[in-house]
Nanobody, 124 residues
Framework: QVQLVESGGGLAQAGGSLRLSCAAS????????MGWFRQAPAKEREFVAA????????RYADSVKGRFTISRDNAKNTVYLQMISLKPEDTAVYYC?????????????????WGQGTQVTVSS
């Protein structure tokens, strides 16, 4: 059974940092593109960041460029999202997703597997 499990969410103050992790199991994700999305209350889920399997292709949403960094450890089947300079508008449930592909899509329908999400709350 394929599983993606996010962790590392929580409460942070504006200007603070958090590091999210997403552990994958049930199949080999080393050849997958891994992505992060988020969904704020009353808003649609939106793309945050994604990385190709070898790390050669990385994309970020404009709203997080320079503040968030995606990385992965294929030996551990884990992808990370380091978030710094957090803002209240970063408050959302953060989801990781994977897709067996060499491209780095930004639309959620292009991803095959999803985690359950982890809550990030940034206070002002």
């Amino acid at each position: 059974q394929v599983q993606l499990v996010e962790s590392g969410g929580g409460l942070a103050q504006a200007g603070g940092s958090l590091r999210l992790s997403c552990a994958a199991s049930g199949r080999t994700f080393s050849r997958d593109t891994m992505g992060w999305f988020r969904q704020a209350p009353a808003k649609e889920r939106e793309f945050v960041a994604a990385m190709s399997w070898a790390g050669g292709l990385i994309r970020y949403a404009d709203s997080v460029k320079g503040r968030f960094t995606i990385s992965r450890d294929n030996a551990k089947n884990t992808v990370y999202l380091q978030m710094i300079s957090l803002k209240p508008e970063d408050t959302a449930v953060y989801y990781c997703a994977s897709k067996a592909a060499i491209s780095v899509p930004t639309r959620e329908y292009e991803y095959e597997y999803w985690g359950q999400g982890t809550q990030v709350t940034v206070s002002s």
